[in-house]
């Protein structure tokens, strides 16, 4: 009778452990890349890239690198719940002239996606 329940407690613990590996945070963006097409110099700048945490555990975005000082990417610290939705804000500086391609750099604590690439581009022209 103990070896039984002595294997039992073993089995019963296998499978939790198999449980909590399961866990995981999943992030899926609705665009990765997002064209601002011509716009006007001095025109807003700020665009939101939306996103869904379609894991099962919470994720947590502990990064955002623009690719130059003109890119400048914000996000809530706080983790998103599996099932919930968020956004980045990436605002461009719209006083630079010409046609831009930038980047953002997200790092995450999502296991299959832990680094994540954004794309703004469009064409500033001057107002007429």
């Given amino acids: 009778m ?3 329940i002595g294997k ?12 909590s590996a399961t866990q995981a945070q999943s992030i899926k963006f609705e665009s990765l890349e997002i064209d601002y097409g011509q716009i ?8 939101l890239f939306k996103f869904t945490n379609i894991g ?11 690719s130059c000082g003109c890119t400048v990417p914000s ?9 919930s939705s968020s956004e980045i804000s990436v605002r461009y500086d ?8 930038k980047t953002v750099t997200l790092t ?3 296991p299959t996606h832990p ?12 107002p007429q």
């Fill in 56 to 66: 099962n555990a919470p994720l947590v975005i502990t990064n955002a690198q623009g």
């Fill in 40 to 47: 006007k110099q001095g025109d807003e700048g700020t665009r």
């Fill in 2 to 4: 103990k070896n039984l």
């Fill in 75 to 83: 996000y809530s610290q706080a983790p998103i719940a599996p099932n």
């Fill in 115 to 126: 680094t994540v690439v954004l794309t703004i581009r469009g064409t500033v022209n001057t």
């Fill in 8 to 19: 039992l407690s073993i089995v019963c613990f296998v499978i939790l452990l198999g449980m």
């Fill in 108 to 110: 995450t604590n999502d």
């Fill in 94 to 101: 719209t006083n630079r002239i010409g046609a831009f391609t």
